[in-house]
């Protein structure tokens, strides 16, 4: 019989460790939230009131700061608040940039090249403005990571204090050479010049003789400051050839510009 | 202590800790006086799904994690169930195990140990098991 009592205890002390412990797995991985949710929404108000009597009666006999001390404590308290808001999202920038390092490296550039984070602070029609550190990001190129190689989004014009100036590829001027490859097997088709028109870029000096298709992709061909291979847009429209030994066409932007909130200069190629 | 009471008093408990006095101070002593007065101080089913439903409702109402408590108050009986009939006569074993739930439940769930809570819980058990606890100690311990 005592042996038979012991073994009950054994099981049954078993059986509760076991219990719990699963109980304890699942709230530690967030399955029984509900719960806890269900609880704290019926005992929150009873908890309310009893801080609040204790308050009301420290506030008779136990507290005996004066008015002024306590506002001191309220202004402290709002400068702490207002310090640790800060704190807060200058952690939430630092995660979005440190998820967007992340897609970088997974992404299927070069791995000797080197870049800096910029976060966008302003965006007009051709021109990003971001945050710089650094004062010799001029000429440098930068790219998106919204692409899974990378795509180009302009070009540091000059660098304003802490604020860079990035040209986009649609301001009216902009010119650079580019290539046209196949959509599908990624083969070079043709190659010629991205000019910005306000707004939106027209692919310029095509051969004739060099065969272009809608939704072909739109790449840099490559020179000192920018790296070969970044996707820049599609081919649209194609235009009617004139005259000339040049046919042209509009491109269509590969990102929406104004989307733009964390981008990064490439400072090594 | 009737194992309601026990639930009852922990729903009362876990509602003042934290609002009134110290989120950790009364749960040892009320441990003690469930395993301590129930069935000649045998571990039995009701105790321990009172002990365990007494630590989910801490848990829950202190929004802890759940289960936490429930271990700590498992451990503690079976400490209690196996310290035999010359632990259980000892009273401040009483109020030092009583002090002791105090303190690894604080580390634990505030990483705190709440010395003057523990303090005063084990001085509550100390003086309950000495003054006013009625029960006998003939209880087969197994």
């Not at chain 1, 990001?137 to 190689?149: A, C, F, P, R």
């Not at chain 1, 590829?169 to 490859?181: I, L, S, Y």
């Not at chain 1, 272009?212 to 050839?241: A, F």
């Not at chain 1, 042209?248 to 964390?262: H, P, S, T």
Request: net charge positive.
């Amino acid at each position: 019989m005592r042996s038979a009592g012991k073994r009950f205890i054994y099981y049954l002390s078993l059986s509760y460790f076991i219990f719990a412990g699963v109980i304890l797995w699942g709230d530690s991985h967030g399955r029984l939230e509900k719960l806890h949710i269900l609880a704290q929404k019926a005992t929150t108000p009873v908890e309310e009131r009893l801080f609040r009597a204790k308050t009301v009666t420290l506030g008779r006999f136990g507290d005996k700061r004066t008015s002024e001390e306590k506002d001191k404590r309220i202004s402290e308290l709002e400068v702490r608040s207002a310090q640790l808001e800060g704190q807060i999202a200058q952690f939430g920038v630092l995660k979005e940039e440190n998820e967007r390092m992340l897609y970088l490296l997974g992404a299927g550039l070069p791995a000797n090249w080197k870049f800096e984070p910029l976060r966008a602070t302003q965006n007009y029609t051709d021109r990003l403005y971001t945050s710089a550190e650094l004062q010799e990001l001029q000429g440098k190129t930068v790219i998106s990571t919204e692409g899974k190689d990378g795509i180009y989004v302009g070009r540091v014009e000059k660098i304003i204090g802490n604020q860079a100036e990035i040209f986009l590829p649609t301001k009216d001027g902009e010119r650079m050479p580019v290539k046209v490859r196949d959509k599908d097997i990624g083969e070079a088709r043709a190659s010629g010049i991205l000019v910005g028109r306000g707004g939106r870029m027209v692919l310029d000096q095509v051969l004739t003789g060099e065969s272009l298709k809608s939704q072909d992709l739109v790449v840099t061909s490559g020179d000192e400051s920018r790296p070969n291979g970044l996707l820049i847009g599609r081919v649209g429209k194609i235009l009617p050839v004139s005259a000339g030994a040049f046919q042209q066409a509009e491109v269509e932007q590969a990102i929406d510009y104004k989307q733009l909130d964390v981008v990064f200069v490439i400072t090594k190629f | 202590m009737k194992n309601k009471y026990f639930l009852v008093l922990s729903i009362f408990f876990a509602l003042l800790q934290g609002p009134l006095i110290s989120p950790v101070f009364i749960e040892g002593l009320l441990v003690s006086m469930l395993i301590s007065t129930n069935t000649e101080m045998r571990i039995n089913t009701k105790v321990l799904a009172s002990l365990f439903l007494g630590g989910l409702i801490f848990d829950l109402v202190q929004d802890t994690t759940l289960g936490m408590t429930s271990l700590i108050f498992g451990i503690s009986a079976l400490i209690l169930h196996y310290m035999g009939k010359s632990g259980l006569k000892n009273h401040a074993f009483w109020g030092a195990v009583a002090s002791l739930i105090t303190i690894i439940r604080g580390y634990v769930l505030w990483q705190d140990l709440f010395w003057v809570s523990a303090a005063v819980c084990g001085i509550l058990t100390f003086v309950y098991f000495k003054f006013v606890w009625q029960g006998n100690y003939s209880g087969k311990i197994t």
